[in-house]
T-cell receptor
Framework: EAGVAQSPRYKIIEKRQSVAFWCNPISGHATLYWYQQILGQGPKLLIQFQNNGVVDDSQLPKDRFSAERLKGVDSTLKIQPAKLEDSAVYLC?????????????FGPGTRLLVL | GENVEQHPSTLSVQEGDSAVIKCTYSDSASNYFPWYKQELGKRPQLIID?????GEKKDQRIAVTLNKTAKHFSLHITETQPEDSAVYFCAARQYGQNFVFGPGTRLSVLP
């Protein structure tokens, strides 16, 4: 079974620039999550999709972050403009239907460095 | 909202010894508690989980215990091996809410 795919794996940008990350979840998984993991901390949820609808985006800084999952499969997360404090690993995860005790499968992450 | 604390932040043990990591949570409605292992530069991977209707679960050298009254759960690794060295994250979740992760414990198993 193919896992969650993410690209790019690494990205270095200057502050105020824009950046976009891509995620392809496991085939058939309806639920997709984007997490931000700052060095030395646990993952923090940014947004959760159920198919192509947003379930929870309460912790997404909407003034600069946006995400979409137009066809209910792939998803993109965008930051515009980036700040120094956005330097982190951005993890995408997926699960089958989003049940409480359902396993989340994580992608390899995109490591972002904002200079 | 839910808040998850995790202790210790770093843990060093000798190979063959046991390691215990403890997490506490704040919301008594949380009912699912997974543990993830994240090796350096790699993705978090689920290693064991427990639901609130169970007090203990074991899988070979790994076990998790849950004390609902005290609102804490612990990861136990016995007969540690160098490949157990990683960062371990606990998390808590309840119906209708999302996972809240602890800050992580860096485990080093010394040969």
């Amino acid at each position: 079974e193919a896992g969650v795919a993410q690209s790019p794996r690494y990205k270095i940008i200057e502050k105020r620039q824009s950046v976009a990350f891509w995620c392809n979840p496991i085939s058939g998984h309806a639920t997709l999550y984007w997490y931000q993991q700052i060095l030395g901390q646990g993952p923090k949820l940014l947004i959760q999709f159920q198919n192509n609808g947003v379930v929870d985006d309460s912790q997404l800084p909407k003034d600069r972050f946006s995400a979409e999952r137009l066809k209910g499969v792939d998803s993109t997360l965008k930051i515009q403009p980036a700040k120094l404090e956005d330097s982190a690993v951005y993890l995408c995860a997926s699960s089958l239907v989003g049940g409480v005790a359902e396993t989340q499968y994580f992608g390899p992450g995109t490591r972002l460095l904002v200079l | 909202g839910e808040n998850v604390e995790q202790h210790p932040s770093t843990l060093s043990v000798q190979e063959g010894d046991s390691a215990v990591i403890k997490c506490t949570y704040s919301d008594s409605a949380s009912n699912y508690f997974p543990w993830y292992k994240q090796e350096l530069g790699k993705r978090p991977q689920l290693i064991i989980d427990i639901r609130s209707n169970v007090g203990e679960k074991k899988d070979q050298r790994i076990a998790v215990t849950l004390n609902k009254t005290a609102k804490h759960f612990s990861l136990h690794i016995t007969e540690t091996q160098p490949e157990d060295s990683a960062v371990y994250f606990c998390a808590a979740r309840q119906y209708g809410q999302n996972f809240v992760f602890g800050p992580g414990t860096r485990l080093s198993v010394l040969p």
